[in-house]
């Protein structure tokens, strides 16, 4: 019963490091998302990807990648770590359904990766 | 320019009271709405959506009311328990999109 699991929980990383994180869903879900949660801002979307091999950016994507390297997993990666990039990550996924007059994206987060950039 | 707001920060209610969490939204293209849950530490879970096409949808002690001509939707919680303390955050999203748009989220604080 995983659904969606991060790593690592925790991070702290120097000014200018890199690193990925790393998102798995066994759900079977096409869609997977990256937040952000910043206090007073909610969730904000970095970058996501509608099906395997395709991604688009979100609202805050400057300053990461990402790579959907199968159905089942989607990474982050901060190339150039900076102090704003601290900020609680979490991945998703979700299954759009279509149906006559109805559709709609139930999206299902996984437990979130701190990072503290310093 | 947010398009989902939730106008209250916080909310306090007494155990066994009705909690009212609200949230509006600006886009009336939007056609499904969703409330999650989250706990310190823990990711947000799903916790009730509804489609535009219905104007309530229970599950529960939680019901989602949904006021289109108001681009209004609230969340009630009945009868509140101290276990429901938590941030509640509000969504939305257009034509069966991937992306949802969320608001900033409300802190409720339920006292036994």
């Known amino acids: 019963n995983a659904g969606v699991t991060q790593t690592p929980k925790f991070q702290v990383l120097k000014t200018g490091q890199s690193m990925t994180l790393q998102c798995a869903q066994d759900m079977n879900h096409n869609s997977m998302y990256w937040y952000r949660q910043d206090p007073g801002m909610g969730l904000r979307l970095i970058y996501y990807?509608?099906?395997?091999?395709?991604?688009d950016k979100g609202e805050v994507p400057n300053g990461y990648n990402v790579s959907r390297l199968n159905k089942r997993e989607f990474s982050l990666r901060l190339e150039s770590a900076a102090p704003s990039q601290t900020s609680v990550y979490f991945c998703?996924?979700?299954?759009?359904?279509?149906?006559?007059?109805?559709?709609?994206?139930?999206?299902?987060f996984g437990e979130g990766s701190w990072l503290t950039v310093v | 320019d947010q398009q989902v707001k939730q106008n209250s920060p916080s909310l306090s209610v007494q155990e066994g009271r009705i909690s009212i969490l609200n949230c509006d939204y600006t886009n009336s293209m939007f056609d499904y709405f969703l409330w999650y849950k989250k706990y310190p530490a823990e990711g947000p879970t799903f916790l009730i959506s509804i489609s535009s096409i219905k104007d309530k949808n229970e599950d529960g002690r939680f019901t989602v009311f949904l006021n289109k001509s108001a681009k209004h939707l609230s969340l009630h919680i009945v009868p509140s328990q101290p276990g429901d303390s938590a941030v509640y955050f509000c969504?939305?999203?257009?034509?069966?999109?991937?992306?949802?748009?969320f608001g900033k989220g409300t802190k409720l604080t339920v006292n036994p």
């Open positions: 998703a996924s979700s299954v759009v359904f279509y149906a006559p007059r109805l559709s709609g994206n139930t999206i299902y």
């Open positions: 990807s509608a099906s395997e091999g395709t991604t």
């Open positions: 969504a939305a999203s257009k034509g069966g999109s991937e992306k949802l748009v």
